[in-house]
């Protein structure tokens, strides 16, 4: 009896020679040539690289991480359920637990009209290390001007001003996020 996870995959014997796989995000995508001799392994390390490719700089300043790969990509702009994801998530964290293994190499290579779709949400913790920061920012804002006007009245007046700045500021991230420019 086969232990549960573990079975006997297909043989490997692709007929191509290059496998142009899509990847997505959002509206970018780029191309992977994924060649036969590869593993589950090797082709999650070439779309972890991929993934960071299309983030770009942008991987820096972002307060949204992968949350979901899917396959096929999505067409269209429909939510995504919880139940199409692949744990490609932890895998592109991890892709040594996959070492020999190929299955996700017969799921993407089966059909040369799809592709895989990185979908990203917003990380926790980014955006309450941000909101603590700006919190902070604003409170130090606060005691500084207090001490320099000799009035805390007015100090905590401009660092309530600026609490209201950074809150807007959060809302428009929000939004520009939302919209998907």
Do not use: C
């Not at 191309?31 to 070439?46: G, M, N, Q, Y």
């Not at 895989?116 to 603590?132: G, M, P, S």
Request: charged share 20%.
């Amino acid at each position: 009896m086969t232990p549960v996870g573990q079975h006997d995959a297909p043989p490997w014997n692709p007929k191509w020679d290059t496998f142009t796989l899509m990847v997505w995000r959002a509206n970018d995508h780029e191309t992977i040539d994924v060649k036969p001799a590869w593993d589950d392994e090797d082709l999650l390390r070439e779309l972890n690289k991929s993934y960071n490719t299309l983030r770009s700089w942008r991987k820096l300043l972002s307060l949204k991480g992968p949350r979901y790969a899917l396959y096929p990509q999505r067409i269209g702009p429909g939510r995504i359920s919880a139940h199409r994801s692949l744990r490609i998530r932890f895998l592109l964290k991890h892709p040594e637990r996959v070492r020999g293994r190929r299955d996700l190499m017969h799921a993407l290579t089966r059909h040369s009209d799809v592709g895989i779709e990185f979908v990203e949400q917003w990380q926790v913790w980014r955006v309450a290390f941000l909101v603590l920061m700006l919190a902070l920012l604003s409170m130090a804002i606060a005691i500084v001007s207090s001490i320099l006007l000799h009035d805390f009245s007015t100090g905590f007046s401009i660092g309530g001003f600026f609490a209201q700045m950074f809150a807007v500021i959060l809302v428009a991230i929000g939004f520009l996020h939302y919209e998907e420019l």
